[in-house]
């Protein structure tokens, strides 16, 4: 038995051009509001001030516009979908073709191939167009991240080693560098130092980390300074912990969203391999936010098409309400949820899924409510 591809009809290329062209004007309409207060004032601003001429103005803004369009794809299908099928409900268009034989699902077909396309686009614009915009924006303004952090070295059995405290680091040079070495002895679950180690500078290698011009204060079981000594070189992390060190206080000033997929899932494994479980968790719920938000295009679509159902003389503000708040609560409970996973208070996979189930619920009332 052969698998036969459906047959594209004039509604199918009807419907998918008006609700594509409704889209995009909602797409653009929703970036123009997002990128004009802050944004766009910022940049016309360093451009008159002299930091950088118009040509790279415009590229600033261009680079912005992946981070805008990763939350502008599921708003402008909401929209785009409920204003074509409010209009066509107005015009009786969709009364005809209910009474020549066409299903609800029928007729929101074109506009489920589209939301597919949206969810492509909005799901390779988190993953790699907006850590690449990020990357061009880093190279054009010639900004290099400054990082404080501190790194805790432990034995298998979760005894600390070392303590490594970074006061200040740009990319792999380090500034005023402590490290606390501890000894075995513990004292009412206080781990006892042995010596404590103040660097004035260091580097970062893959394999190690070099610290030069120390200060070793010696200590001894009573916790007493026994003696100060200079030391030119010191290596502190070799190996593997170098390695870790070095991963986890680059990731630590980086945004979410400016990470690729992969790396984010590396950054995942080395969190949880490193017991950093707070951190691990929050960034987990960041990661599974990656698969599941672009998902929301595909049920915004379908609920953008049931709330543009209407009766001729009924009133479209209601419909508008109703999808404005839908969008104003999923963006602004975001945060909290997030908060919710780092704190452990519910896991990343309930935090992550809640919109998807919520908007589910809500398609699943809406239909129930058209009587369709």
């Known amino acids: 038995m052969s698998f036969k591809f459906p047959k594209i009809t004039i509604y199918d290329r009807y419907m998918f051009k008006q609700v594509t062209l409704a889209s995009l004007v909602a797409i653009l309409l929703f970036t123009i509001v997002w990128i004009a207060p802050e944004i766009l004032l910022n940049t016309i601003k360093d451009a008159l001030a002299g930091e950088y001429g118009f040509k790279t103005a415009l590229l600033l803004l261009f680079y912005e516009l992946p981070k805008i369009l990763d939350k502008a794809f599921p708003v402008g299908l909401l929209l ?43 799901f390779m614009t988190g993953n790699k167009g907006t850590p690449m915009a990020a990357a061009k924006m880093r190279a054009i303004r ?46 009412q679950d206080v781990h006892q130092l042995s010596n404590i180690y103040s660097a004035k500078s260091g580097y970062a290698y893959d394999d190690r980390w070099d610290l030069f011009d120390v200060s070793n204060y010696r200590i001894s079981g009573d916790g007493i300074y026994i003696s100060i000594n200079h030391i030119n070189k ?27 997929n992969a790396q984010l899932y590396d950054y995942i494994k080395l969190l949880k391999k490193e017991n950093l479980s707070e951190e691990y968790h929050n960034i987990l719920n960041k990661y599974l936010q990656r698969f599941f938000h672009p998902l929301v295009c595909i049920l915004l679509a379908i609920l953008g098409c049931l709330l543009g159902f209407s009766k001729p003389r009924e009133q479209r503000l209601v419909g508008f309400t109703i999808a404005v708040g839908c969008i104003f609560v999923y963006y602004i409970t975001l945060p909290f949820f997030d908060l919710l996973a780092e704190k452990e208070i519910l896991s990343p996979y309930i935090t992550a899924t809640f919109p998807i189930i919520a908007f589910t619920i809500a398609i699943c009332a809406f239909y129930k409510s058209k009587d369709l």
Request: charged share 20%; aromatic share 10%.
């Open 234 to 260: 010191m290596k502190i992390l070799e190996g593997e912990s170098a390695k870790n060190a070095l991963t986890l206080m680059t990731y630590s000033t980086m945004k979410e969203r400016d990470i690729t």
């Open 80 to 122: 785009g979908t409920l204003f074509t099928f409010d209009k066509m409900s107005k015009d009786s268009e969709i009364t005809i073709f209910r009474a020549v034989g066409m299903s609800f699902p029928r007729i929101i077909a074109p506009v489920l191939v589209l939301s597919v396309i949206f969810t492509f686009l909005c």
């Open 142 to 187: 010639g900004s290099v991240r400054s990082t404080q952090y501190i790194y805790t070295q432990k034995d298998k059995t979760g005894h600390p080693l070392a303590a490594v405290i970074v006061s200040k680091s740009y990319d792999r040079k380090l500034r005023n560098v402590i490290v606390l070495d501890f000894s075995n002895q513990v004292y």
